[in-house]
């Protein structure tokens, strides 16, 4: 049984780790998405039931794309009321299963990045916004329905629905697997960027599971945000993004400790924080406001996490231009979640009293009704004003609401720790929408 368990373990990392190229190669071969996650699942059973007595293959990326291709020649030949283009393409596939298995030979753009396509195709104007977003997090993320629903803070249901209309609009409306040039690419970017960050924020402070973070997710984003930079150099917000995710990550490293517990941002250890990202960061912040004197939402929080980054200690941050900052943002995007991040700084600056009188003006929010992080702020703020009852029952209310094992542990803590005496408020950068999240 423990080896089995090994076993499942290992496929579901893998998993995380290539079901979105694997998706994304896939379309890019049979052109379309919703066939392409139907190979990929299947590729991924074949694991299950193989590797159990075969053991992992040396490169498990490979052996699922070579089996989910399989899968997509025996899909061409079984249906024979197919028409004759994709009878042509079932042949291609054959021959090219034969001769080239490296598939990214055959790229004809200058981008050359499979993942890009996928986002743009995601992002395609046919969908609505809230579908375009899920339907990304699932193909590119690798998130489940409910991970997904949590984060957008909306019922699994409505996920479900929304992806699946989102697969079958794109089949219907024969949308390109390509990434889009001129005035259509600009048009898309706001999607783009919106996608790329909830993917990032998925990694940083994971929403369910046992581990508080998934690195993997974090890279993936910076990756594809800086390609996204490159193929964008003249718009502020595609930088101002890049930047707010590499001053985020250089945070990685202090924010679990040895046991992968959290380690909430006044209990790092600066010291380990990445300065070539917070570097790299703020060169692109900087770069950001050339293009724009007056900064987007992006770079809004590119510099609220930029007043984190340059303070060598807690005391020296400077909380007054973040609320300013946090002020701006919510003028620009308003958001449940942004205010929520405002009454914190509103108390870092001016004492809990003043954060706590924001904090109650938002429970009354429906979309925060089971949003874990406000009954977490809320008890932090009550701990600060020695009010250890009610924050022990804040404190309870928050863990039993998150999905998140390692953020459980930590809010029973505050739980047990309530008559000890005050805690650090931890702050967090948070997007300007409702489906992001005030962590640190």
């Given amino acids: 049984m423990a080896a089995e368990n090994d076993i499942h373990r290992t496929i579901d990392a893998v998993w995380r780790i290539e079901s979105a190229r694997l998706i994304a190669s896939l379309t890019r071969i049979v052109r379309d998405v919703g066939l392409a996650e139907d190979l990929a699942q299947d590729a991924l059973l074949a694991a299950l039931e193989q590797w159990q007595e075969s053991g992992v293959p040396d490169n498990p990326g490979a ?46 753009d200058d981008v050359g990045d499979d993942l890009l396509r996928l986002v743009f195709m995601s992002c395609h104007p046919v969908l609505s916004t809230e579908a375009q977003v899920a339907l990304t997090l699932r193909l590119l993320g690798g998130l489940t329905t409910e991970e997904i629903a949590r984060a957008f803070l909306v019922p699994e249901p409505t996920i479900a629905q929304r992806i699946v209309r989102a697969k079958r609009t794109l089949s219907e409306n024969r949308v390109p697997f390509e990434v889009p040039r001129g005035a259509e690419l600009i048009a898309r970017l706001s999607s783009v960027l919106g996608v790329i960050y909830l993917i990032f924020n998925e990694g940083y402070s994971a929403t369910a599971g046992d581990d508080w973070m998934r690195p993997a997710l974090c890279e993936e984003a910076l990756r594809l945000g800086r390609i996204l930079a490159g193929l964008t150099p003249r718009e502020p917000e595609v930088h101002g993004l890049v930047a707010l995710m590499e001053i985020q990550a250089s945070r990685s490293g202090a924010r679990t400790g040895p046991s992968g517990e959290p380690i909430l941002l006044f209990d790092q250890n600066r010291a380990h924080w990445d300065q070539l990202l917070i570097g ?6 900087a770069h950001a406001e050339k293009l724009d004197a007056v900064p987007g939402p992006y770079a809004l929080q590119a510099q609220i996490a930029a007043c984190h980054a340059r303070a060598r200690t807690p005391d020296e941050t400077d909380w007054s231009r973040i609320v300013t900052l946090y002020g701006e943002l919510a003028r620009q995007t ?27 003006a938002l429970t009354a929010e429906r979309s925060l009704q089971n949003y874990h992080l406000l009954p977490s702020v809320r008890g932090d703020l009550l701990k600060k004003l020695c009010r250890f009852d009610e924050a022990r029952a804040e404190f309870a209310r928050a863990a039993s609401l998150t999905q998140n094992a390692r953020e459980r542990e930590l809010l029973l803590e505050r739980v047990r720790a309530c008559g000890s005496g005050s805690t650090s408020l931890a702050p967090q950068t948070s997007a300007p929408s409702s489906t992001n999240r005030t962590r640190t």
Avoid at 280 to 285: F, K, N, Y
Wanted: no cysteine; hydrophobic share 50%.
């Fill in 334 to 360: 308003p958001s449940p979640v942004v205010e929520l991040n405002r009454a914190v700084a509103v108390a870092m600056a001016f004492g809990p009293a003043a954060g706590l009188a924001l904090v109650d």
């Fill in 280 to 285: 790299r960061g703020l060169a692109a912040l």
């Fill in 63 to 108: 052996w699922l794309m070579a089996t989910a291709k399989h899968r997509a020649i025996d899909h061409f030949r079984r249906n024979t009321r197919l028409d004759r283009k994709h009878e042509e393409l079932g042949r291609e596939l054959a021959a090219k299963e034969m001769t080239v298995p490296d598939l990214d030979s055959a790229l004809d």
